[in-house]
């Protein structure tokens, strides 16, 4: 069992940034990919960012150029720095987590709003 808790999200103007953390517990020794997934009510899930164990990353489209994700392996820690906000941005932002074996695992979300 892999137990995933975020932080750092709030209300920023646009324009504004915020930093994100997600600290995995229970067996993170086996994870392989973190990550972050965004989801706004009527809107489709869509995964943001993501850091393999190997360092690769990915953007979706969407933040590309203005996220960035970064991860702390001794802290068990992924991070997700978010600049230049826009209204659209606006969502609970997920952090997951893939094992080696394939299951994967997310926590309960953070809040991001971005209004002026």
């Known amino acids: 069992q892999v137990q995933l808790l975020e932080s750092g999200g709030g209300l920023v103007q646009p324009g504004g940034s915020l930093k994100l953390s997600c600290t995995a517990s229970g067996s993170a020794s086996v994870i392989n990919t973190m990550g972050w997934y965004r989801q706004a009510p009527g809107n489709e899930r869509e995964t943001v960012a993501a850091f393999t164990n190997g360092g690769t990353t990915y953007y979706a489209d969407s933040v590309k150029g203005r996220f960035t994700i970064s991860r702390d392996n001794t802290k068990n820690t992924v991070y997700l720095q978010m600049n230049s906000l826009k209204p659209d941005d606006t969502a609970v932002y997920y952090c997951?987590?893939?094992?080696?074996?394939?299951?994967?695992?997310w926590g309960q979300g953070t809040q991001v709003t971005v209004s002026s």
């Open positions: 997951w987590a893939r094992l080696l074996t394939g299951p994967h695992y």
